[in-house]
């Protein structure tokens, strides 16, 4: 009991100094904290955003039947309607990335690789069958998942060595 106790408070210990973004040495701890409060600031910011963009909607169409309107007040509506859908998908984007921050690197690359695992089987599974064309389509899935992890990281400020770096670590212990 004590030595699994004594393990999960170091695992703990070392995913917190180990999610410092881009940080490295003693003082990933703090840096990983002012990050979250950032993250957390950021978004309370974009929930603001998004109340304020639904209240707006609301009261822009009051009274107003899309029949009724000119071709050009329409025109004029899809335009806006275009904007506001692309407003609200950067702050959804935005949103996500101070999610993905408050998570930790340590999480999102262990959701990664679990969702990796199903990928790499079928790859082997097609390879073993001489199935050519399938293993590449699988192996060029693997790739483009791996590529925007990699993006979502350097987002967060992870450097591709340490990335990989941590990876490794990762792997030796579920080999263990």
């Known amino acids: 009991m004590i030595a699994v106790t004594a393990l999960l408070i170091g695992a703990v210990a070392w ?16 840096r990983n904290r002012e990050a979250q409060q950032k993250a957390i600031a950021a978004l309370q910011e974009d929930i603001g955003k998004l109340k304020a963009m639904m ?22 509506m899809r335009e806006e309607m275009t904007k506001r859908t692309e407003q ?11 999610l993905d921050t408050l998570r930790g690197g ?27 064309a399938t293993a590449a389509k ?6 483009e998942k791996q590529k925007q992890f990699e993006a979502k990281m350097a987002a967060m400020g992870y450097d591709p060595e340490r990335l990989q770096g941590m ?4 792997s030796q212990r579920r080999g263990q």
């Open 15 to 30: 995913t917190a100094f180990g999610q410092a973004g881009g940080g490295q040495g003693r003082g990933g701890f703090g």
């Open 55 to 76: 209240e707006q909607q609301g009261q822009g169409m009051q009274g107003r039947n899309f029949q009724d309107m000119s071709e050009d007040e329409r025109a004029k």
């Open 88 to 98: 609200r998908q950067q702050i959804m984007a935005s949103i996500q990335q101070q």
């Open 106 to 132: 340590m999480e999102i690359m262990r959701d990664h690789q679990q969702a990796m695992e199903p990928l790499k089987d079928l790859l082997a599974s097609a390879q073993n069958e001489k199935a050519t």
């Open 138 to 143: 699988v192996q060029k899935l693997i790739d």
């Open 167 to 170: 990876m490794e670590r990762m």
